[in-house]
Structures are given as C-alpha cells and as structure tokens.
C-alpha cells in the first residue's frame, strides 16, 4: 500500500513464508484484514474461516488491534473471536494457542491502562461462548495464554516503530523452550505431515456452516421470497385450468398439452418475478429457482401420463397396422419397418406438442421403453409367424414320410434303408428350399436362417427315426406276417393248396430266412450309408447254426453300429428269434398234417396185400357170376345205383376232414338221397320230373359250396394257426375256438344243412 495513493487492501487471502533467520525453524502465515472494504458488509465468512485457522494451526496468533476500537465492540472483532471460539471447541482437539494481541498507534494511555481491558473483553467472550460439556468449566487459560504488546505509529515515530518491531522479534526466537512466548505445542505434527494437516484443517473449516452467516438484507430477501414463492405455489396448486388439465390427463392425450401448461405456469413465474425484484438479486434467483423446481414437480406427473397415453396409442397403432398388412401379405420385415417408423414419429410429434418451455424434460426414456415394447410385439408376432411355418412344413414332412416308410419297413427287403435315405433326401431338401423361400421376407440373419433349415432337417430325420423305433417295437408280429405270407404262398402270391407234392422244409427255411432279413432291417438304423454286417451275423448264427467263440449275439450292441443308431441289440435278436419259433412251428405243422390228409382223402384203393386178399377169397364169387348173367345184371344196377349215391353224397368231399365227420355227414344224408334217387326214377318212368323243392335245391346248394370250399382253400385252418386262437363271429353266437374246434363247428354246419 502506497500511502501517498490512498488505502487499499494489501493481503487476499492467506500467505505463508519461512521466517528468515529465526530459531528453530518458524513460518509464518499472514492473513486478510477482518474488515477490509474489497469483501463488503455481506461476506464475512471468509474472514471467520481464515481466524479459525490460524488457531487451529499455529502456535502464536498475532492479532493487529487499533488502540482507539479498544473497548468498542466490532471494530474490537469481538464478534468474530465469539463465532471463532464456539466452532473451535467442537471442531478441535483442545491445545494451548498463544493469542499476541498487538495495539497499533499507541497513545499517551499507558499500556497497564489497556492491558486489563482487552484480558477482560477476552475473557467475558470466554465466559458466554458455549462450549462441550466436558470443558464446561475450564479456564480460558487452559486454552489459550493472552500477551500484549504495543507498537507506536510508523507514520509518526517510524524509527521508534522500527525498534519496537525488532524487540518483537526477538521474541520469537527460541519460541518454543520453556518459558517462551509458544504454547504448550499439544498435538503438534511433524514437519513432514504439516501440509496434510494444514489441508484436512482447511476443508473441516469449509465443511462447517456456523461461520457462514448471512448479512441481515440477505436474511431479509430470503424470508421475503420463499414467503411470495410458496403464496405463488399454492394459487399454482389450486388453479382452475391446471386441475381441469391434471383431470383430463388422466382419462387419455390432450392436444395443446405443452402449450396451455406452459401459459398456466409463466402466469405464476412472472408474478414471482414482479414482487421480488427488488429483494437481493442472488437470494431472489435462488427462490426462484426453488419455485420453478416444486413447480415442475407439481406437473411432472401429469406429463409422465401423458407420455404414457402417447406411448399406449402408438403402441396399439403399431399392433393393428402391422397386423393389416401381414394379412395383405406385404412382407415381414418391411411392414414391421414401416410401422415402427410411423409409429414412432407419431409419438414425437406428440411429446413435441406436450414439451413446456419452462422445462427441457426428457422424453427418451418413455420412448426408449416405445422402442422396446415395439421391438417385443414384433418379436412375438415374427415367432408365431415362424412357429406356424416351421409347424406347416413340420406336418408336410410327417405326411410325407411317416406312411412312405412305414409301407417300406412292411416291405423291409435289402434296399429298404437306401430307399429310406433316398425318399428322405429327396423329400427334405424339396421342403428345406421351399421354408427357405417362405422365410426370406423375415430378414433374418444368416445364422438363424441355417439353423432353422437344420432344425427341420434334424425334424425329418427325427420322424424316420421315430417311425423305425416304432416298427422295431413290433417286429415279431411283422416277423410272423412274413413268415406266413412266405409260406403260405407261391412266387405268384397265390394261396398254397398242399396237395403232398410241395417240399415243406424249403419253403419253411425260405419263410424263416425272409423274416430274419427283416429282422435285420429292423435291427438299426441306417441313415448314414455306413456298411455293417447285421444280417450276415444273424443268418450264420440262427439259420446256418454256426458256432463261433465267443458268440456274436451274447452283446447289447453291433459291431460298426453306435448305440444310438440300434433299435434291437443282439441279444433281443436271439429271444425274438426263438419267440419267433416257437410262434411259427404250429403253422408247419398244421400244413404237413394237411399234406398227409390230402394224401389219404385222394387214395381209396385198399393196401395190395388186402386186394390180393380179396381176388384170392372171392375166386368162386366170381366165378359164380360169370357162370349166371343175371347175378351179373344185378351187380351192374346195384354198381350203378351206388355210383349214382356216391356222386350225389360226395363222399370223397366229406372224408377230407376226417373219417368220423364223413361218416356221420353220410349217415345223415343216406336216407334222404335215397328217397330223392327212387322219387326220380319213379318220375322218368312216367315221362316227366317234378321241379325240385327251394328246400332241396338249397341243401344241393349248400353242400355243392361247401363241397367246393373245402376243395379250394384245404389250408385254411393252417393260415390261422399263427395265433393259439381264432374268434368266430355268426348270427346265434361268438365262437373261441383253436384249429380242432373249428373243424367241428364245419362238422356240426354240415349236418345242419344236410339235415334240410
């Protein structure tokens, strides 16, 4: 400060220095006047905090005092020493602080005079400052030790000034020995740490808001606005247009949103301003702000419904329109992309209707949800479009396939799986090209793409192999079914009459060797063209009988065969073989009884040696018939006679189910035949023949059928033996019945009939 140029401040803030020549090592801190003109009346904060850190930091504060404010109370910085004392004792540890008070511009009062006054003021401040319970009653001189010097004007006795400056200095030296002007140093921190003492100091002295006491016009703007801001808040709450707005908000959108709340609001905000303007400028902004915030968030919700109606609308636009246009069968992904962009610039456009100036509120997060909400609609409406083409194509496959290769395994030859293959390739890859045509309008990735063209072929594959498990689960009824139309037929897949000459051995080989070649097939599955000897090992093991060690069969797999890939393991092979043959040996034996029944129903000559018998016991009979021609005529009517009885009886036809069922069948027809034969001759005697009665014309009938059934199908009895028993259904009864008991139903029936 230059004397000559007036007065002015010559410290801002908070200097430090190192003390040049002066033991021990001493700093010292030079602070900012406490009632300097630059800060004003309305910031005295920084001058609290920068007295409450010198006391907190250093072992002597050196306090310039005037000598004429001696007795005065703000110039005296009573006050400030009040304000700083409070917030020290409960921010701080207590440690002893040597307080210098230095009396500027002496005058003729003597020192002794002045001395007693300041330890008084001091200690009166003491006396009121509230202090912690533990250091209610503790003396002023427990904290601080009080010393007073005095210096003369500079202006006016600058070489006596300059003397009392040095004698002050000296002091300062050797401060720190007992009995020197230092405290007791309680709590003092190494020269190392002294920075981030000073610095954890500084920011609780910042933190702490007693020191931060507002001016009285600032305490006056402050209860004045938040008084004109809370009034303008209540009118604001209970207006008319804005609960009329809140209401109609709440049922759906409202045009002009943004614009009519806005107005509301400005109303309110300029009457704020116009009473408060002449209020302190920083207090009346603040107010306001305040104002404006419990204002918008008085609104704020009205708006959020808002959103929510924008976002429901267009959400529901979105849903329909892009339901129209998939049914006008536009393409997924174009028409999920028109929607979404129209739909979304309709929900702009109404957030820019319902945006008030007075806030920038952002409307992304109700849009992003939009967005997503979109994005799932699209997602679950793309998935049923796809479930319903995979379903579609699925049940093509189904009706493709599962019939095909159930008729090939029914079938099941040596090319039965290369047919499986080929009709499962060719039918796979038609329907993979045509999905992958249906679902190019999806736009979907390449990856999904390939695995959905995977997964229906892994469907098709599924389904073959689906319908292999189930035929292999009855593969002895297909067995048995093959072994009797093997056997029961010719190579023209005509029915077998076993009339003695065929060779039941082969057929009966051939039939089993066809039916475990089918077994074979049904053994795997063969849907990778890989080679295996399945059949070779199940011909050499169960036809040809070959013994190997160790036994091919005693596995529960196949050689070259994955598990997952067998239907019946070795061991399966071997009981259902033996099944097999215990089921099919009753049918071999049913057809070579019936060979032998043939054989004995066309043979009527008696055996040689009763005909040599016969022509050497009735030489003489017949010797007697040649010598008299009348015995002779007899013999060649009654031949005739019996001729005529055994055609019309059909006696051969009714031995061939036996000799006891032809007996009775003959006895039971005997007398009416014999009766019909002699009725006849007595009606050509007479020259005319009287027509037949229904009744005899349908025992005629009947018997000529059944004569003739039972010459054409001998072995129908054999193609039911494959089961231990048949059901027979007439109109009188329900019939459970093996092979025998079925003969002698036919038995009782032919009676019955030639009972009429």
Not at 39 to 64: C, H, M, P, W, Y
Request: proline share 4%; glycine share 4%.
């Amino acid at each position: 400060m230059d004397a000559y140029r007036g007065r002015s401040q010559t410290t801002k803030g908070i200097w430090i220095a190192h003390c040049v020549g002066i033991e021990p090592f001493t700093i010292a801190m030079d602070l900012e006047g406490t009632d300097g003109r630059e800060r004003g009346e309305d910031d005295t904060t920084f001058e609290k905090q920068s007295a409450l850190f010198a006391l907190a930091i250093a072992d002597i504060v050196l306090i310039n005092m005037w000598c004429h404010d001696i007795g005065r109370e703000q110039a005296a910085n009573k006050p400030l020493l009040k304000t700083v004392f409070q917030v020290m004792m409960r921010l701080f540890s207590p440690r002893k602080t040597t307080l210098l008070f230095v009396i500027r511009d002496k005058t003729k009062t003597p020192l002794e005079y002045l001395e007693p006054i300041l330890r008084e003021d001091i200690q009166k401040i003491w006396n009121v400052v509230s202090k912690p319970a533990a250091h209610k009653d503790t003396p002023l001189s427990e904290f601080f030790n009080v010393e007073v010097t005095a210096l003369s004007s500079y202006e006016e006795k600058e070489e006596l000034f300059k003397e009392q400056v040095a004698q002050l200095r000296q002091r300062f030296f050797n401060s720190i020995s007992p009995g020197g002007l230092a405290g007791d140093r309680r709590g003092v921190v190494p020269a190392s740490g002294f920075s981030f003492s000073a610095q954890q100091i500084w920011r609780v002295i910042k933190e702490n808001k007693d020191l931060d006491l507002p001016a009285h016009k600032v305490m006056v703007a402050t209860v004045r606005c938040e008084e004109i801001a809370n009034e303008k808040f209540c009118r604001l709450s209970s207006d008319e247009d804005w609960l009329a707005l809140e209401e109609a908000v709440q049922s759906g959108s409202v045009s002009g949103f943004g614009r009519r709340l806005s107005s509301i609001l400005e109303t309110y905000f300029s009457e704020y301003d116009s009473e408060a303007t002449y209020f302190d400028e920083d207090v009346r902004n603040a107010k306001r702000k305040h104002l404006e915030s419990k204002a918008l968030d008085l609104v704020h919700p009205a708006y959020l419904n808002l959103l929510g109606h924008l976002r429901f609308k267009a959400l529901e636009n979105c849903k329909s329109r892009l339901e129209r246009m998939l049914k006008e069968a536009e393409g997924f992904a174009a028409s999920a992309r028109a929607c979404t962009e129209s739909c979304m610039h309709e929900f702009d456009q109404g957030c820019a209707d319902a945006a008030i100036k007075q806030a920038n509120w952002d409307a992304s997060k109700v849009r992003e949800k939009l967005r997503r909400d979109i994005d799932a609609h699209k997602l679950s409406v793309r998935d049923a479009k796809l479930s319903e083409l995979v379903a579609r194509y699925e049940e093509k496959l189904r009706q493709l396939l599962c019939e095909p290769v159930e008729s090939l395994f029914d079938a099941a030859g040596r090319d039965t799986w290369a047919s499986i293959r080929q009709l499962l390739r060719r039918e796979t890859e038609t329907a993979v090209l045509e999905f992958s045509t249906a679902i190019s309008s999806f736009e979907l990735d390449q990856p999904t793409i390939e695995s959905m063209l995977q997964g229906l072929r892994d469907y098709a594959r599924n389904l073959v192999v689906k319908k292999a498990r189930e035929e292999a689960g009855k593969v002895l009824i297909l067995m048995k079914d093959r072994f009797s139309t093997v056997f029961s037929h010719d190579n023209e897949l005509m029915p077998r009459v076993w009339t003695g000459k065929e060779d039941i051995k082969t057929i009966t080989k051939d039939a089993r060797a066809a039916s475990l070649r089918l077994l074979a097939v049904m053994a795997a599955i063969r849907l990778d063209e890989k080679p295996d000897k399945i059949e070779n090992i199940l011909l050499s093991s169960l036809m040809e009988g070959t013994v190997t060690s160790p036994d091919p069969l005693a596995s529960s797999t196949w050689e070259e065969v994955p598990p997952e890939n067998t239907l019946i393991t070795p061991v399966q092979c071997k009981s259902l073989w033996r099944q097999f043959k215990s089921e099919t040996e009753y049918t071999v034996t049913q057809a070579i009884s019936a060979q032998e029944a043939y054989k004995r129903s066309n043979n009527w000559l008696p055996p040689p040696w009763a005909i040599v018998a016969m022509v050497v016991l009735g030489f003489n009979e017949f010797m007697l018939l040649l010598r008299n021609p009348l015995y002779l005529m007899f013999l060649f009517v009654a031949f005739l006679l019996s001729k005529a009885m055994w055609v019309q009886m059909d006696v051969p036809g009714q031995f061939q189910h036996g000799t006891l069922a032809g007996l009775i069948s003959i006895s039971s027809r005997f007398l009416p035949t014999v009766m019909n034969l002699l009725k006849r001759l007595a009606e050509e005697a007479q020259g005319h023949r009287t027509p037949e009665s229904p009744t005899q014309q349908q025992s005629s009938v009947a018997f000529q059928s059944f004569r003739n059934q039972s010459q054409l199908n001998p072995s129908s009895s054999i193609a039911q033996s494959s089961v231990s028993s048949n059901v027979s259904v007439s109109d009188s009864s329900v019939e459970y019945s093996s092979p025998n008991l079925m003969q002698r139903r036919s038995t009782k029936v032919q009676e019955a009939e030639l009972s009429q």
